[in-house]
């Protein structure tokens, strides 16, 4: 494992990040720094880009994922453990609107019934 992962995990609890923030981070560099050719310390864009690429993934999780990713560099040239950084022109994955769900007549009933109302 890169020492700038476990800096950067140092780092966020001494900000006080919530505890599932910090291993979520932790787990996802983690992953990051096993699949990555030279891993994250020598990562470059377009290896980020394509571990991004992932098909399983939702929008969603690539836009989470990509948010830690950007955090992490971020943090590494701030504090001056790397040079450059690899994610800098990295382009945030797009996520649609969705709309909320409309809740199904019954569940509608269901949920009115305890204020004595018609569903």
Request: glycine fraction near 4%; aromatic fraction near 6%.
């Amino acid at each position: 494992m890169s020492d700038l992962i476990e800096l950067h995990v140092v780092a966020l609890k001494a900000e006080a990040r919530s505890p599932d923030t910090v291993k979520d981070r932790e787990r996802l560099l983690r992953c990051m720094d096993r699949q990555l050719p030279e891993g994250v310390d020598h990562a470059l864009p377009c290896e980020l880009r394509a571990w991004l690429a992932n098909d399983d993934w939702s929008s969603k999780t690539k836009e989470t994922y990509w948010c830690h990713i950007v955090s992490f560099y971020r943090w590494c040239v701030k504090e001056r453990r790397l040079d450059w950084d690899p994610s800098e022109d990295l382009r945030r994955p797009h996520v649609g609107r969705r709309l909320p769900r409309a809740r199904s007549d019954p569940h509608l009933a269901h949920a009115l019934a305890p204020l004595g109302r018609p569903g």
